[in-house]
């Protein structure tokens, strides 16, 4: 049995690994880290999207996890990928495959930075291997180059940045966009809640960037259809053969959407975008009281990021921090949030192991909002100091994130361990 005292992550993407980074420099050699993750590698979704349409970028998506890649050299922490954590208890969690000769593993405080689930291609499906994704993403980008009527359900920053990832790359494919929003994005503040239980809601992004977006996207020929809500086949074998019956991807010929108003759109490649849906199945099945609403079921945090629950036999309350989207903290559910979640939970965490008060979490101010155009450019806003939100011109969202999407600037500078991970250049 190991002498240490454990600070368990789960999850080893961008909070996770963020935390990790974080926690090493200042934890005392009486505590070790170990972070796990069901899967061998990492994900950065912010290329997936033009990782399913540009051959070549499906190598610029993924790294490995290994401890050789994310801790120093000599390091007492360690890297359980794949691993996987099968419950959570009040001072240990159950693991799928044994660790120390056991699968219980106990800890000091236990970090859930699961993130959250989406549809692929954002997420690789579960139980799928490193080159198992990227063979699926090769396909799609086939799929995508063999379509010829290409519809995208959902208008926030997933949807609208497909849509500029294929019509850069296919300059004259029919590209429609149907959003049940009147604007695209989320320029509508959250409703406010009545019956006192907290909720999520991400904050409104400025009507300008839907403005800006809404022009960019009619000046670039895509179709949009605003205000409309598809019918979607709640079986697909009541659809008829030139019908869509629900399904994304190819459709084996043109098929028509209805929506709610009576008329209808050809497609012969469907891409649904409907939003995260926190991935917070462990947490429900021990307290469902840990949870509220908002990317389907968050984590419930206080204002130092640890989990708090309406349940008084609680048993993740007070060794629980919840980061990044798998939580309700506040703020745009984006990868510089999960990286601010993990800063000031690591703060709180080495303050409890030197016996020091807790300190409230406060978000820096700055933050960006930022939908690429494909490489070309794209439209953004920048929340500043005293200034407050201002929009980004197209040629700054170009050279900082379009280009490149940021993987060699913050994925694999995330990877601080002996041996600095490499991954393939940008396509030509």
Known sequence: ????????????????????????????????????????????????????????????????????????????????????????????????????????????????????????????????????????????????????????????????????EIRVVYPEKSISLIHSGKQLLNPNAPPKTTSGARSYGSPPNTPKLSNNLEKLLRDQKVDLILGEKVSIPSDNTQAGSDEWNGKAGPQGGLKRIKLASGQTVEADWVFVSVGNQANSELVKEVDEGALVDGMGKMIDVDDYLKVRSTSTTSKLVGRYYAIGDVCASKGFKTSQTAASDAIGAAANIINEVKNRPLKVFVRPTMHAVVIPFGNTGGVGQMTLPLVGTVSLPSFAIKSAKAHGLLVEEYFVKAFNGEEKPTIAAVPA
């Open 1 to 164: 049995m190991s002498d240490f005292q454990n600070i368990v992550i789960v999850g080893g993407s961008v909070a996770g690994h963020g935390l990790l980074n974080a926690l090493i420099p200042d934890l005392p050699q009486s505590h070790r880290i170990i972070l796990i993750d069901s899967k061998p590698f990492a994900q950065w979704p912010i290329s997936a999207l033009r990782a399913a349409v540009v051959p070549g970028w499906e190598k610029r998506v993924t790294l490995p996890i290994t401890p050789s890649n994310s801790l120093p050299k000599g390091s007492d922490h360690v890297i359980l990928a794949p691993n996987k954590v099968v419950e959570l208890r009040e001072d240990c969690l159950v693991l799928e495959k044994e660790f120390e000769g056991k699968r219980e593993l106990p800890f000091f405080r236990c970090v859930l930075a699961m993130g959250s689930r989406q549809p692929f291609p954002m997420r690789a499906e579960d139980g799928s291997t490193e080159e198992e994704y990227h063979g699926q993403l090769i396909k799609m980008q086939e799929d995508v180059k063999k379509a010829t009527k290409v519809v995208i359900i959902g208008g926030g920053s997933v949807g609208t940045e497909m849509a500029g």
